[in-house]
């Protein structure tokens, strides 16, 4: 009875057309199944049904295997040719700019809004399939997807390019925050917006101790509304110490008294300390170290220069950034805002 079981199915299965995985199953069913009698009963069937177990193993070890689906996180084997769209230029480029950005942020800052996320990431696989930009991620969390970053030149992926990434993406959404602002604002408008990437390229230099000093911020925009604001952003993860941030506070004085209006054609300047890790308690400690260096050099009277805060820049309200006063000011209890008259 388990031989004309074990035959009736290799003819069907057979004469059905083959499929692959379902051999193992027949296999285990006449050798492992309810009917199993062991060896005499497998070599019976082979007996039998010689010609046609034949068959079987034939299609079992020449079939092709079927074609699993490519990750997402895979490049293709080589470069599939493109036609660039005007989509695609603008994406590149925001990347040229920005040096770079994330899924999210490049969606932002190309289209506006997130609203057209799914065809963004269509046109960054195919220009990351045709070798036209680079891609690596970002671990944000032990579970769960990583945080693709885009980029047109490609980058190692060491410990401390995770670090740099970080700190890079944070101060870019200081500007997608400025864009957001804009667009919802029609009397605002972005004049200028320098990223870090352009700005390590043409820093300020300022005299400090017969030497240059290159003062270079993580971000910069001019505002019009239509007044001229113009603010430089320093992005704080309270990663540095006090030496570095004094020495930066100097040369942030130091360039006001003329090398920042040679470099930017403008008069007014605000110095905006964004604090991402440490909250109320990082702030406090750059406002000590901040009043200290003012004390130090007599300039008092350039307080006004400086502003700190503690938000997250990915989930913070423009309007409230700008114009509602969360900011603090050396030497000063109240708040205030960024940019007055908003």
């Not at 971000?219 to 990663?239: G, N």
């Not at 003329?258 to 905006?272: E, F, H, N, S």
Request: charged share 25%; aromatic share 10%.
């Amino acid at each position: 009875m388990a031989l004309a079981k074990g035959r009736h199915l290799v003819k069907a299965h057979l004469g059905r057309g083959f499929e692959p995985h379902k051999c193992v199953k027949i296999v285990l069913f006449v050798t492992k199944g309810p009917f199993h009698r062991g060896t005499e009963s497998i070599n019976s069937l082979l007996d039998h049904n010689a010609l046609a177990f034949a068959r079987l193993r034939t299609h079992m070890v020449t079939a092709p295997k079927p074609r699993l689906r490519r990750s997402r996180y895979e490049r293709a084997a080589s470069p599939i040719p493109l036609n660039r769209t005007r989509r695609d230029e603008e994406i590149c480029a925001a990347l040229r700019d920005f040096g770079f950005l994330s899924t999210i942020q490049l969606c932002s800052w190309v289209f506006g809004s997130l609203t057209a996320l799914p065809y963004l990431r269509e046109r960054v696989r195919k220009l990351f399939d045709a070798r036209e930009l680079h891609r690596q991620f970002l671990i944000e969390q032990p579970r769960g997807s990583p945080t693709t970053v885009h980029s047109l030149k490609p980058r190692n992926h060491h410990y401390r390019s995770q670090l740099f990434m970080r700190h890079t993406l944070e101060a870019n959404e200081l500007l997608v925050l400025a864009r957001k602002l804009t667009q919802a604002s029609p009397g605002f408008h972005l004049a200028r917006v320098f990223t870090e990437y352009q700005l390590k390229r043409i820093p300020i230099y300022v005299a400090s101790n017969s030497h240059k000093q290159a003062v270079i911020a993580d971000a910069f925009i001019d505002l019009r509304t239509p007044e001229q604001h113009c603010v430089a952003f320093e992005l704080d993860r309270d990663t540095a110490f006090r030496d570095p941030i004094c020495a930066k506070v100097e040369g942030w004085l130091e360039a006001e008294r003329g090398p920042y209006q040679d470099w930017a054609g403008a008069d007014r300047l605000t110095v905006a300390f964004v604090v991402t890790q440490g909250g109320e308690r990082r702030v406090t400690q750059l406002l000590n170290w901040t009043e200290n260096v003012l004390r130090e050099t007599g300039r008092q009277l350039s307080a006004d220069l400086f502003r700190f805060a503690a938000f997250d820049p990915a989930t913070a309200n423009p309007e409230q950034v700008f114009f509602r006063p969360i900011w603090k000011r050396p030497f000063e209890q109240q708040l205030v805002p960024l940019i007055q008259g908003g």
